[in-house]
Each structure stands twice: as C-alpha cells, then as structure tokens.
C-alpha cells in the first residue's frame, strides 16, 4: 500500500539542479513524495494523489545533515559550560569540565530524547551520534523518527588531569581499545541491519591523542573494507597539537597521512588547529592544503569554541582551498540553524570580511557536504529518486518577513521559529513547529533531574573538590 503526498505550488523550493551539481531556487511549483521516495520537483505533479498540502506560504528545502554531535551529555550542561574558563588548557572545556559535569545511565535516554527534539524541530533529518555506547540506543534513535549515523566511540587512553595544568593519558588498559573496537563492530553491524531502515554505521576512534597507531590504523582499515565513514577528533586543541608534536614530531594532520588514514572517507572532528592558526605560530602551512589534497571531509562546530573565543581560520578559507565541509551540533542548543548562523557570524568576524563566505557555503555544508562526508547521494537534496526528507518553512512567520531572500531570513534570523513541518522517510515527524515523536516538556523534566545529580557529584570527581558553583558561578550573586 502506496502513500502519495503532493505540496502543490510551493512559493520557494530549494531543489537539486543534477546537471550543474547544485541547488537552485524553483517558484511556485510542485513537490511529490510516494512513501520514503521523492518522485517529482517542478512544474505540475499530474500523477495519482492521496494528500495534498498547499505551499502557496512554504518554502519546501532538503532536511539538513548533522554530521557532528554528541546528545547523551551535551544537553545535560546547559547553563553550566558556557562561560567555564580553563587557562592552563587555552579556555578548552574538554579536560578540567566534560569529565566533572557527566551524566548516568538514567539521565541517558531523556537527555538524548530532548536533543533529538530540538534537532528535528530545526530541520535536521539525518544525525551523526557520536557517543559512547549505551543500552537501548538504537531503539531510541529509530522511535525518534530521525535518520542516524550510529558512530560508537571507543579509545585506547582516556585523558585527565590531577593538577588542571598537566594532562595525563592512562595507558594502563591494553584491552580498553581493542574491546571499545569490537563493540563498536557489533554496533555498527546492528545499526545497519536495524528494521527502521533509516540507521547506519561510522568508525569513529574517540581523539586523535587517545589512540594508538595500531587501533586508528585497523579502525580506518575496518571502515574501508565496510565501505564507511571513518571521524575522530582532531586538531581540536593547542593542547593536542602540541601533544601530538611532541610524541611524533608532526601535526595531528600530517600524523593521520602518515598513518595512512586520511582519505576520502575520513572526517575529522573540529580541525581547528592546523599549522596555518595563527595561535600556534608554527613554521609550517601545510595542513589545509593536505586535507584538500586528500579529501578529507571536516566536521565544523562552531558554538561550542565560539564560546571560548576559539575558532577556525577560516570556513571560507577551507571552502576556498577545495576542503568538503559539514556542520555539526557539538554542544547545546542542537539546533542545526542555530549552528549554521554562527559559522557564517564567526568566519566573518574572523576574517575581518564579509567576503569570506556565502551564505551558499552554508547550506551547502549543511546539505550535499554532509551527505559527500557520509558517502551519500539520496540525502540533503531535493530531487526524484532521493529520500523523502523535506524541510517545510513558513513563509508567513513573523521571523520571515518580509520576505525577499528565504534562505538568508531562515539562517540569519528565523532560524527553528520559522520550521513548521518536518518528514523524514516520508514521515511526518514535527507538526506545526511541535515534535510528534517525543514528548519534549516530559524529557526536559528527567533532564532537570539528571543535571540537577550531576551537580551533586562534582565535587568527588574534581581533582580540587571545587563544587559546581565554584567551577560554573551563577552570573549573579543569589541573595
């Protein structure tokens, strides 16, 4: 039994132009969908019909791509982790914060629910969950209705500090690694024989620093032989370069070459620090041009190092130089359109230009760019024989008026207020700005409570006993 939907005289459609490789503006047209399949963009559908929506106010536009986030934790830190400060570590939060403000296992699944949530309700269709495995995860993911790259992470040698000036890898573990791995395959075997259809697998090493040479090398070999993506963190901190300089005496994206791991399937977390930024002063510039070279996708997440007055240098710069770039949500909000306007907002302010990007840069990012990193060619374009995964935007929302460029008005200021439907596979999954799969207010109050025993346990895990007030002061005194 076929189900044939049909959005007649769509005011804007963001479609896929096949011969130029490109999207492209259509006016007043019609989009058709049977089941999880795009059938028809353009002109009129005449075909057989069994609903219809009219678009006179839509813009109809490919469900955007999110090959970066990490939703088990990330939620869970709101008004906690904006503003932490970490001097001896150049402001990351990665090692004196994300190892104090942890979840547990009951916290888990509402902190990942609400983060599914706030995605699909800002357009994202398809998700990279870069996570540490968990009871239940994939189940979670398929009821979520979202389309999910499962990427199960593991790591020979978790990092700490005993001082907040000195990072420390234990190495003690010879079988963490290896069994990390071996679950990870199994994961990966279960996601993409999982009877939603809508789940697959990524090899993803958790940080360049926390693997040996052996298990980043077999983990690139396993993704080879599967045909998969492969994603690790890199060049994410001053600290890692150096530490990568000082076990290896090259920067961590000359050492993934060497190692013979980065290829066109590899997508590499953050890459923020190559030898061109200028806070590493580093006699070599050799890095942007190696990562074209090879192609290499880079997964670009600017909220949570814009927050720390870290960014990369610049996005425009890597699109210019031939680099496949794709958006992730690394942080909260995991709101994609949240995400895609501050990578135009940072780029620019940091070039000094309003020249160093186009807002084309973006979408395309955040469309085709995700898709290419995921070795995909039916996501994040609008075309016969792709997914049914669609973004409908209300042209009439106050945040979008008046209107004269919709994609700009959508990433610049409408953002997931202007978000009024959402399919996924053919799927209905947000109505009227509203997620139908999960109940969001429900999950936020299991999350107040995950956060509110995560807070409680800060001062056992931090290596001063400092509180949770004491690491993250409120912005105001409490009288």
């Known amino acids: 039994m076929t189900n044939t939907t049909v959005i007649r005289q769509a005011a804007w459609v963001v479609a896929w132009d096949q011969a130029k490789a490109r999207h492209h503006y259509l006016r007043d047209v019609d989009v058709a969908f049977r089941d999880a399949e795009i059938i028809h963009v353009g002109g009129t559908y005449e075909g057989p019909v069994d609903s219809e929506i009219s678009g006179r106010d839509l813009m109809v536009m490919p469900g955007l791509i999110n090959i970066h986030s990490h939703p088990t934790s990330e939620p869970l830190r709101k008004g906690i982790t904006d503003e932490t400060r970490s001097p001896n570590f150049y402001h990351s939060s990665l090692y004196e914060f994300l190892t104090i403000f942890n979840n547990d296992a009951e916290g888990t699944p509402p902190c990942h629910k609400v983060a599914m949530a706030e995605l699909l309700q800002s357009g994202c269709t398809t998700i990279v969950d870069y996570s540490m495995p968990f009871d239940g995860w994939l189940d979670l993911l398929a009821d979520a209705g979202i389309r999910a790259c499962v990427a199960p992470s593991y790591r020979d040698a978790p990092w700490y500090t005993k001082d907040g000036h000195l990072l420390e890898y234990d ?21 993409q024989q999982h009877p939603s259809g809508r789940l697959m697998g990524m090899v993803s090493p958790a940080q360049i620093d926390t693997c040996s040479p052996e298990l980043l090398q077999q983990s690139h070999a396993y993704a080879a032989e599967r045909n998969l993506a492969f994603q690790i963190h890199a060049a994410q901190s001053v600290n890692e370069f150096i530490e990568i300089m000082r076990r290896h005496g090259r920067t961590p994206i000359q050492w993934m070459d060497d190692l013979g791991i980065l290829t066109d399937r590899t997508i590499i977390g953050h890459g923020i620090f190559l030898d061109h930024h200028p806070w590493l002063h580093w006699s070599s510039k050799d890095d942007l041009a190696l990562l074209a070279e090879r192609g290499a996708t880079v997964a670009h997440c600017p909220t949570v190092f814009m927050r720390r007055g870290i960014a990369l240098n610049t996005f425009g710069g890597y699109v210019k130089a031939g680099i496949n770039m794709g958006i992730g949500t690394d942080t909260y909000p995991h709101n994609i359109l949240d995400e895609m306007r501050n990578v135009g907002t940072v780029a620019r302010a940091v070039a000094g230009t309003v020249d160093d990007l186009n807002t084309s840069d973006i979408f395309d990012a955040a469309t085709i760019g995700g898709a290419k990193a995921l070795r995909r060619d039916d996501i994040g374009r609008l075309a ?34 202007a978000v009024k439907d959402v399919y996924v596979d053919g799927r209905l999954v947000v109505k009227d700005g509203q997620c139908l799969t ?29 509180t949770a007030e004491e690491l993250a002061p409120m912005v105001y005194a409490v009288d």
């Open 171 to 191: 190495w003690s573990d010879p079988n963490r690694g290896p069994q990390g791995f071996a679950a990870a395959k199994r994961i990966i075997d279960l996601a």
């Open 384 to 417: 016969p024989g792709a997914k049914a995964d669609l973004v409908l935007v209300d042209l009439k929302s106050q945040a979008m008026r008046p209107l004269r460029e919709p994609l700009r008005s959508l990433i610049f200021v409408a953002a997931e207020r």
């Open 438 to 466: 999960i109940d969001l207010d429900r999950e936020l109050q299991a999350l107040e409570a995950a956060q509110e025993r995560s807070i409680q346990r800060v001062p056992e895990i931090d290596f001063a006993n400092r």
